[in-house]
C-alpha cells in the first residue's frame, strides 16, 4: 500500500490540469516522473471514471489517452512553455464539440458558455449524483482469467472503469488501493498452477478492504446526497428506530460523530481516514448502546470493527415501543439557531415511535421543519407556530399512514411472502381489475417496496419515488 501514497499525492493534478497554470503544471510533470506513465494512466482511469460515471469506457479510454498524452509532451524537457496551457484549453475546447469523443457530464453545456480559466474551474467543479444502485457484478473465476490471458492491459482498465463508475463515492484512496489489489490478486492467480486456491485464499486477505471500498461507497452515497445538515438527522433517525429504548444523549453524540468521520474522510485524500475511523466509532458505538438493545449486543461481538459496522448498518428497525403522542415543538428553542436540541429532540421522538423507513420521514420532515423556521422569521413566532400546527400535523399524519401503507408487511417478511400478500390485499381492492392489471400494480409496488422500505433506502431514488406511489396509493 506505499505505493498507493504516491499515487494519492497526484490527485491535485485533475484540477491542476484543468486549470492549467505553470506552478500547478510542475506538479502534474513531477507526479508523471514519479509515478511512471503506466500508474499514472491507471489513477487517471480510477479518477475519470469516478467524475464522470455515465460515461461509456471508449469515452472514458479517449478521455484517458488525451490526458496522459498532454501530459507526456508537455512535460518534455524542451517542450514550449506555453504547451500545457494551450493543449488544456485544447482539451477543454473539445469537451464542448457536439461529436465530443469524451463522456458528457450534466452541466457540461452551462461550463461551456464560459471562456478560457473560468470555463476549466467550472468543469472541475461539476459533480455527478451518487451511483445507488451499484450494478457491477463480479466474473467467475474462470471468466477473469480468461480474459486477463487475452488482455491483461484491456482487463485491467476495463475492472478499473467497471468498479470506479459503480462505487466512485468511496474514498478516492480506497478506490486506487482495492482496484489495485484486486488486479494485483488476478495477476497472480491466473498465473497460478491452483488458480482456485489462490483466489480464495486472497479474497479472504482482501475481505477487509473489500468491505470497507464498498461499505464506505454507501455511507458516503448517502452523504453526498442529503448534504451535512440532512445527513446528520437521517443517522439520528436510524439510530432512534433500531434502538428505541435509548435516550436522545445516547444516540445524539453517535449521529453526530458517524457525520463527522463522513464529512472528514469522504472527499480525504488520506490513506487510512475510514480504516482509522470506522473502527473508532464502532467502539464508540458498542460503548453506547450495546447495554440498550440484544441486538446491538450481538453485533457488537462481531469478530472485527469492520464486522461490527457492517452488522450495525444493515440492522433493521426494532419493534416500536408503547410511548405517549408526541406534539410539535412550538416554543422559542426552536427559533434558536445556533441550538439544535428543540429539532432533534423532536426528530428523535418522531422516529422511534414511528416504524416507517428513513427516507420517508426525512422527506416530509424536511417540509415540517421549514415551516417551523419560517414562523420563526415571522412577527410572532409563537403564534404563527399554535396557527400552523394543526395543519402541518394533520399532512404529518397523513403523509406517514401513506408511507406505512406502501411499506406494509415488507420488513416483516420474505421478498415471497410479501408479494403473496400485496397480490391478496390490492386483488381485494380492486375486485374488477384484470389479472394483467393485479399483475403490473403487483410488480411495480414491490419494486418500490425493494428499493424504498428498508432503513437504508436510497435518498434521491427514493425521494421522486415516494411521491409517484403516494399519488397511487388507495
Known amino acids: 500500500m506505499k505505493g498507493i501514497l504516491v499515487l494519492l499525492l497526484a490527485v491535485a493534478w485533475v484540477h491542476a490540469l484543468e486549470r492549467g497554470r505553470d506552478y500547478e503544471k510542475d506538479k502534474v510533470c513531477k507526479e508523471l516522473a514519479n509515478l511512471g506513465k503506466d500508474d499514472f ?200 428506530q433500531k434502538v428505541p429504548t435509548a435516550e436522545l444523549e445516547d444516540v445524539l453524540p453517535l449521529a453526530e460523530e458517524i457525520n463527522t468521520v463522513l464529512s472528514k474522510c469522504c472527499e480525504s485524500t488520506s490513506e487510512d481516514c475510514m480504516a482509522k475511523e470506522l473502527p473508532e466509532y464502532t467502539v464508540k458505538i458498542c460503548d453506547n448502546l450495546s447495554t440498550k438493545d440484544s441486538k446491538f449486543k450481538d453485533c457488537c461481538l462481531e469478530k472485527t470493527p469492520m464486522d461490527v459496522f457492517v452488522c450495525i448498518y444493515f440492522m433493521p428497525a426494532a419493534p416500536t415501543p408503547e410511548l405517549p403522542a408526541i406534539e410539535l415543538p412550538t416554543n422559542s428553542d426552536v427559533c434558536d439557531k445556533g441550538n439544535t436540541k428543540a429539532i432533534d429532540q423532536y426528530t428523535f421522538e418522531l422516529s422511534r415511535r414511528t416504524h416507517l423507513p428513513e427516507v420517508f420521514l426525512s422527506k416530509i420532515l424536511e417540509p415540517t421543519l421549514k415551516s417551523l423556521d419560517e414562523c420563526c422569521d415571522s412577527g410572532d413566532a409563537t403564534g404563527c407556530m399554535n396557527a400552523q400546527g394543526p395543519q402541518l400535523k394533520k399532512e404529518l399524519s397523513s403523509f406517514i399512514e401513506k408511507g406505512q401503507k406502501l411499506c406494509a408487511d415488507y420488513s416483516e417478511n420474505t421478498f415471497t411472502e410479501y408479494k403473496k400478500k400485496l397480490a391478496e390485499q390490492l386483488k381485494a381492492q380492486l375486485p374488477d381489475a384484470s389479472a394483467l392489471e393485479l399483475q403490473g400494480l403487483i410488480d411495480k409496488r414491490s419494486d418500490f417496496a425493494s428499493k424504498c422500505c428498508s432503513i437504508n433506502s436510497p435518498p434521491l431514488y427514493c425521494d421522486s419515488e415516494i411521491d409517484v406511489e403516494m399519488k397511487n396509493i388507495l
Open 41 to 240: 494512466a491507471s489513477l487517471s482511469m480510477v479518477l475519470y471514471s469516478r467524475k464522470f460515471p455515465s460515461g461509456t469506457f471508449e469515452q472514458i479510454s479517449q478521455l484517458v489517452k488525451e490526458v496522459v498524452s498532454l501530459t507526456e509532451t508537455c512535460c518534455a524537457e524542451g517542450a514550449d512553455p506555453d504547451c500545457y496551457d494551450r493543449r488544456t484549453s485544447a482539451l477543454s475546447a473539445r469537451s464542448c464539440e457536439k461529436d465530443s469523443p469524451f463522456p458528457v457530464h450534466p452541466g457540461t453545456a452551462e461550463c461551456c458558455t464560459r471562456e478560457g480559466l473560468e470555463r476549466k474551474l467550472c468543469m472541475a467543479t461539476l459533480r455527478h449524483q451518487p451511483q445507488e444502485f451499484p450494478t457491477y457484478v463480479e466474473p467467475t473465476n474462470d471468466e477473469i482469467c480468461e480474459a486477463f490471458r487475452k488482455d491483461p492491459k484491456d482487463f485491467a482498465e476495463q475492472f478499473m472503469y467497471e468498479y470506479s463508475i459503480n462505487y466512485g463515492q468511496a474514498p478516492l484512496s480506497l478506490l486506487v488501493g482495492y482496484t489495485k489489489s484486486y488486479l494485483s490478486m488476478v495477476g497472480s492467480c491466473c498465473t497460478s498452477p491452483h488458480p482456485t486456491v489462490c483466489f480464495l485464499k486472497e479474497r479472504l486477505q482482501m475481505k477487509h478492504l473489500s468491505l470497507l471500498t464498498t461499505m464506505s461507497n454507501r455511507v458516503c452515497s448517502q452523504y453526498a446526497a442529503y448534504g451535512k445538515e440532512k445527513s446528520r438527522l437521517s443517522h439520528l433517525i436510524k439510530l432512534a
